[in-house]
């Protein structure tokens, strides 16, 4: 039994997800390690009847205990609250906990070898660097009946007022008004060089500063500046570069490139092109893990899939589904690697390498896979297994690896 000194955060969520949590945990991690968890229920009833004051506070674990690991959780809507019959359409619990840590987002596809991209230059990794904070995500939004008038005012502290006027609004509409913060902008920027320099991958960053003159151009200028006066060197001294780009044009470069780069994107970019990078790269999200580092170190790591939601329904009539708990199984895998190095646990961090190992021997040498990638390996395969016959493939290439005999 391999000990922990010092607790994670651990936040569990919903659905089908959920299901695969508990199993994960059962058969993977708690026969081997003597987990230490803080432990924070983000089921969305949980998160109703505590007025998602839960979610606040394992944003504030994080800040305590600095590794978390994170189950996907729901985001309601109005189908959603008629579903749970819940109080209100709470924020999207990944955008309060961003929000707390001031994250950068990092997505990396989980790359084997008898899964092939869909692009077919694709051989190194691309990882998608999502900035976590404001933008859309923290925006406003307002319809109004027109005809009618728009300005924005800002206020600031020493006094000073800056206004700005839209054109006459000749009917009704709607607007959104969006910020980010400088400091929030530098710390992306950073955070995105620090992963490229440390995973030797290139950096690009891409926006569109030829349309949004002040507001994407702000970023191009920033990363610009921290580029020049803190990693330039460094960066040439590993043969690397760093790059920028207009979004489209980037688009077309990272889909004829081979791979071996961070794409820094601004928030909803990266929400979008995440998804796109995981879909082509590796036909499902659930070979895709995210991790949320924030400019002090903390870290929270989870699957870039949601609840499955579909999956969770035939689960609940009693069938057997083939569920992938791949990303699952990296989300705690890479807590449990953080934890281990910041401890100095080299036990613990072995243990989760070789957790890594047995889920891609049972893939690429067993090809045992659940009917997600089933349907994108190279050559097919023949049998696809239920997610408890896949998570039992993967104790047994476990327990080998460990030479541990059942
Ligand atoms: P989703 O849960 O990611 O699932 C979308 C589809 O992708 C599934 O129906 C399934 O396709 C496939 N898929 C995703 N993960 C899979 C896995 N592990 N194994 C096999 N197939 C997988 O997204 P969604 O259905 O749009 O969202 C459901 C709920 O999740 C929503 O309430 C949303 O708010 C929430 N969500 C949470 C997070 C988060 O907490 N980080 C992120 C995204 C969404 P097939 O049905 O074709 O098999
Ligand atoms: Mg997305």
Redesign the pocket.
Same mark, same amino acid.
């Given at each position: 039994m391999i000990s922990m000194e010092k607790p994670i955060v651990e936040i569990d969520?919903?659905?089908?997800?959920r299901v695969?949590w508990a199993w994960v945990k059962e058969k993977l991690i708690i026969p081997y390690v003597d987990l230490k968890v803080e432990y924070y229920d983000l089921h969305i009833k949980n998160r109703d009847e505590t007025n998602d004051e839960v979610t606040i506070k394992a944003a504030e674990a994080i800040k305590r205990l600095k590794v978390g690991v994170?189950?996907?959780?729901?985001?309601?809507?109005a189908e959603?609250i008629k579903e749970y019959n819940l109080k209100k359409e709470w924020k /999207?619990?990944?955008a309060t906990i961003r929000n707390i840590l001031d994250g950068t987002i990092f997505r990396a596809p989980i790359i084997l070898s008898n899964i092939i991209p869909a692009v077919r230059f694709w051989r190194k990794p691309i990882v998608v660097a999502r900035h976590a904070f404001g933008d859309i995500y923290d925006g406003i939004g307002l319809r109004f009946e027109g005809p009618a008038e728009g300005e924005v005012t800002i206020k600031q502290e020493n006094g000073k007022e800056i206004k700005a006027k839209f054109p006459m609004f000749r009917s009704s509409g709607v607007i959104q008004a969006i910020y980010n913060l400088d400091a929030s902008i530098e710390n992306f920027a950073r955070a995105s060089f620090r992963y490229a320099l440390e995973n030797k991958l290139d950096l690009w960053f891409a926006a569109k500063d030829t349309i949004s003159k002040v507001y994407d151009a702000k970023f191009k200028e920033i990363f610009s500046k921290i580029y020049e006066n803190e990693f330039k060197d460094k960066f040439h001294n590993a043969g690397l570069n760093y790059n920028y780009f207009l979004i489209d044009d980037a688009i077309a470069r990272v889909v004829r490139s081979e791979g071996g780069f961070v794409w820094a994107c601004k928030n909803f970019d990266g929400d979008v092109f995440s998804d796109f990078v995981a879909t082509a790269y590796v036909g /499902?999200?659930?070979l895709m893990t /995210?991790v949320l580092f924030s400019p002090e170190g903390h870290f929270l790591s989870?699957?870039?899939?949601?609840?499955?939601?579909?999956?969770y329904y035939k689960y609940l009539k009693g069938e057997k589904t083939?569920?992938?708990?791949?990303?699952?199984i990296f989300a705690w895998s890479s807590a449990l690697k953080r934890s281990g190095e910041i401890t100095g646990n080299m036990e613990l961090f072995n243990f989760a390498c070789k957790l890594e190992e047995a889920v891609k021997v049972t893939i690429e040498m067993d090809r045992i896979m659940?009917?997600?990638i089933a349907n994108v390996s190279e050559p097919p395969i023949n049998k696809i297994v239920s997610t408890e016959e896949f998570i039992e493939a993967i104790r047994r290439n476990l327990n080998k690896l460990l030479k541990i005999h059942p």
């Open positions: 969520g919903d659905e089908m997800a695969m994170k189950c996907a959780t729901i985001t309601p809507n959603r /999207s619990p990944n /499902s999200l659930a /995210s989870e699957a870039a899939h949601g609840t499955v939601q579909k999956h083939s569920t992938n708990p791949t990303a699952i659940t009917a997600d």
